[in-house]
């Protein structure tokens, strides 16, 4: 059974005093005398009286939350990004309010209209793999409400955004597949209309062209979810002259191909290597640990949030801002070739 919550009108009726007398004894009002201002406050800690934040918030006209939409919020990447962002948001005095689209671009929308009767002060948001329309989110800043996109962005809008170095994850990566001893390689990516799709596919075509590696289209496939790397890479497996590497766009493609490798009795990394994209914790706990890219999630966060408050704070209207944080190489056995003895 839920507890009442304590009332300035409860604490005024054990007193014996009016509700004004003290409201003014918590604020400190100098009227008010400091028997008075310590009995009040004494009974407050007593009776765990919190004051009601939506009361302040309306009488000061604003609600000091900040909504936030995250495609998923299953992935550790995201989850991690919501860290960076409270941790920043709630020193600041705001609250956050988190919405998922489930990559669905009718869910995006209602999220947002959502977070608008939330009267949010500014709005941070990575968009779905369905969303091609971005009124909605123009919609957002034409209320003059500050919008700041992370990971996924929308390149037709003005607006400040903090991204990861795509392209030059992807190149290391693929580089380090091919300093392995890999040379026919498979790209599992995703839809090209993200930026991040575009930018992987990039920084992969680019490692192969710099080590004069042959593009072959049919190794380059739209498959960007556990489910559907088992699909992709089974037929990868039995083709005539299968990949001997596979560089998926996440971590979660990456380990849906590992298990079906596996379970075509092939090893990794000794017959395919496989490296993904995130370093999510499901890529450290599998059989071989995944070979990933580390996007830092936990500070894409904290760096979106922070230019969220520059734009609240400073309110004039300066350039949108992009961010572009750097990746790091995270070798482990699922790339890691075993050495061949030499016999003379």
């Known amino acids: 059974m839920r507890t009442a919550q304590t009332t300035i009108k409860d604490i005024a009726s054990r007193l014996g005093l009016s509700p004004s007398t003290v409201s003014r004894a918590l604020k400190d009002h100098p009227d008010i005398g400091a028997d008075t201002k310590k009995a ?12 009601n934040a939506m009361a302040i918030s309306l009488r000061n006209s604003r ?13 550790h990447f995201f989850s991690s990004v919501i860290s960076g962002i409270e941790d920043v948001a709630y020193d600041a005095g705001y609250q956050v309010m988190v919405c998922q689209s489930n990559e669905l671009y009718q869910r995006e929308v209602k999220n947002t209209q959502a977070l608008l009767l939330s009267r949010i002060e500014g709005l941070l948001v990575s968009v779905s793999k369905e969303t091609r329309d971005f009124s909605h989110l123009r919609g957002v800043k034409e209320l003059n409400i500050p919008v700041v996109f ?60 710099d080590h004069n590696l042959p593009i072959d289209d049919k190794l380059i496939l739209r498959c960007d979810t556990m489910q559907s790397a088992q699909i992709a890479t089974k037929r990868l497996v039995y083709e005539l002259n299968p990949p001997d590497g596979i560089f998926a766009v996440n971590d979660l493609t990456a380990i849906g191909a590992l298990q079906t490798i596996k379970e075509c009795k092939m090893r990794v990394p000794d017959d395919i290597c496989v490296a993904g994209f995130g370093n999510g914790l499901y890529s450290m706990f599998t059989d071989p640990p995944i070979t990933t890219v580390e996007q830092n999630g936990y500070k894409m966060g904290q760096v979106a949030m922070t230019l969220m408050l520059d734009r609240l704070i400073r309110h004039d209207d300066y350039p949108p801002i992009t ?8 070798q482990r056995k699922s790339t890691q070739k075993p050495i061949k003895p030499q016999y003379i």
């Open 40 to 51: 009040v406050k004494d009974l407050a800690v007593e009776l765990n009286y919190k004051p």
């Open 63 to 75: 609600s000091n939350i900040i909504g936030v939409i995250i495609p998923e919020i299953v992935h």
């Open 150 to 209: 992370f990971d996924r962005v929308c390149d037709e809008m003005e607006a400040d955004r903090v991204i990861v170095d795509d392209f030059e994850g992807a190149y290391k990566i693929v580089s380090h597949l091919i300093e392995v001893g890999c040379k026919r390689i498979a790209h599992l990516g995703t839809v090209q209309d993200l930026l991040i799709g575009r930018n992987r596919l990039n920084g992969y075509l680019k490692a192969l062209k």
């Open 323 to 330: 961010e572009v944080l750097e990746t790091s190489l995270i």
